[in-house]
């Protein structure tokens, strides 16, 4: 699977290049990764494209954290407790600098709240062919 691979390889990149990781339950204890100084940027991928009530504990409080970290924050296909299919804030929702979102830009990021939360947003098809764009429109 290439995206495995690819997941992969950047994360033995990462390792390599000693990029500190903290897994979102590391920031619900009393220990707050936020604070470290050598951080400088926080990679969003809590919650998918799926979520369609309301944003609970703990990834409310979490959410609520970054934004007050003042720390740039990189989207993954959208920000966490943004609605994908109407740009509604769903409770709570990450204020990203830059959203890279994959395979089809998703309403949620160009409707309501959307472009105030995602940010600079960019899209990467993934190398899907175009045949199979041409395909889902007819």
């Known amino acids: 699977m290439p995206l495995l691979h690819d997941a992969l390889t950047a994360y033995e ?43 609970r504990e703990p990834y409310s409080n979490l959410i609520s954290r970054i934004n007050q970290s003042n720390l740039p ?15 509604e804030v769903l409770g709570k929702a ?18 309501n709240a959307g472009p105030e939360y995602c940010g600079e947003l960019v899209f990467n098809n993934l190398d899907i062919p175009e045949a199979v764009y041409r395909e889902l429109e007819g």
């Open 73 to 87: 924050v990189l989207a993954v296909d959208i920000p966490s407790g943004l609605s994908s299919d109407t740009g």
């Open 13 to 55: 990149m990462a390792l390599a290049n000693k990029v500190p990781f903290f897994a979102a339950a590391e920031f619900l204890g009393n220990n707050d990764p936020l604070s470290d100084p050598r951080h400088t940027v926080i990679v969003d991928a809590l919650l998918g494209t799926g979520l369609s009530g309301p944003v």
């Open 94 to 111: 990450i204020r990203a600098r830059l959203t890279v979102t994959f395979i089809g830009i998703k309403k949620g990021l160009l409707a």
